[in-house]
């Protein structure tokens, strides 16, 4: 077999069985904004079965995402904002921001995936620059994204944080020297194991955590160009990190999409 076919059977064997850890949810009939909710009114869903499940038919089913943002149940609302999320979906984003204002979510739920747009870049300077700083469990996404995305607007801010941290304006943050000392880059083209493709370009992660990592691809959405990817790292037993890592399809490669850690202990 040569090495082409062997490629294409390895991804085609990820796909399947990723598709094996949500496969008691696929069984069951989603057939409306009830079938949906229901899945999403789960107190935490960002391990186990449901999360791959919603991150795989999200994109079909992205109306009914929608209309939970504004379900009476809070849980609801946070879990549809953070599928929205995983998921990246442009309607999915514009329905999100645009209903901010009004929203009744308190706190934001989920990744930050790319591209940043200008609502991004409102809330990263009103949070972390106008109120001097003050980090929150979000701040390490955002300022990834802000690596990750490498355009001008990005670039000039982020360099803005490292100059004001670095000043001692801003207190400090440790993902603002992980992304000057290591510029993250795109990932190789034409690999198929997508989880150790994570794990050896995780400049978010020490090489010394890298060694003892272990990574589980969750899923894909519906049209395989997107892919969810669990990390848990930690050389210390009770000093883990768990990530959840979103790569996104781009020519015959694949990119970061987004980077968030779920937890930490």
């Known amino acids: ?18 598709s094996l850890s949500f496969a008691s949810h696929a069984s069951q009939s989603i057939s409306s904004y009830e079938d949906i909710r229901r899945l999403l009114a789960e107190r935490s869903i960002v391990d186990g079965e449901t999360l791959s499940f ?5 994109d079909e089913r992205i109306q009914d995402l929608i209309r939970a943002l504004d379900d009476s149940n809070n849980v609801v609302r946070r879990n549809a904002q953070a599928v929205i999320r995983y998921l990246g979906n442009d309607a999915g984003m514009v329905a999100l921001i645009e ?15 790319l591209p940043l ?20 469990q979000r701040a390490a996404s955002y300022i990834y994204a802000l690596a990750l995305d490498g355009g001008p ?12 941290m670095e000043k001692g304006v801003i207190p400090y943050h440790y993902a603002l020297y992980e992304v000057k000392a290591i510029q993250p880059k795109e990932l190789l083209a034409r690999e198929t194991d997508l989880a150790k493709l994570v794990v050896d370009n995780a400049f978010f992660i020490s090489s010394g955590d ?7 691809l969750m899923g894909f959405n519906h049209a395989k160009d997107r892919a969810l990817i669990e990390v848990n790292a930690g050389s210390v037993p009770l000093a883990e990190e768990s990530y959840h890592i979103v790569l996104q399809k781009r020519g015959e490669g694949w990119r970061f999409f987004s980077i968030t850690r779920v937890a930490v202990s």
């Not at 077999?1 to 990723?18: E, G, P």
């Not at 919603?54 to 999200?58: A, D, E, N, R, T």
């Open 54 to 58: 919603l991150f795989s038919i999200g």
């Open 153 to 164: 607007k990005a670039t000039a801010l982020l360099s803005e944080l490292t100059e004001k």
């Open 1 to 18: 077999m040569d090495r082409a076919k062997r490629l294409a059977l390895t991804l085609t064997l990820s796909i399947f069985i990723a």
């Open 210 to 216: 890298r060694e003892h990592a272990s990574t589980r």
């Open 117 to 136: 747009r200008d609502w991004d870049y409102e809330y990263i300077r009103k949070q972390y620059l106008q109120k001097s700083g003050e980090w929150d």
């Open 99 to 113: 209903g901010y204002p009004k929203s009744r979510i308190q706190l934001l739920a989920g990744p930050v995936p």
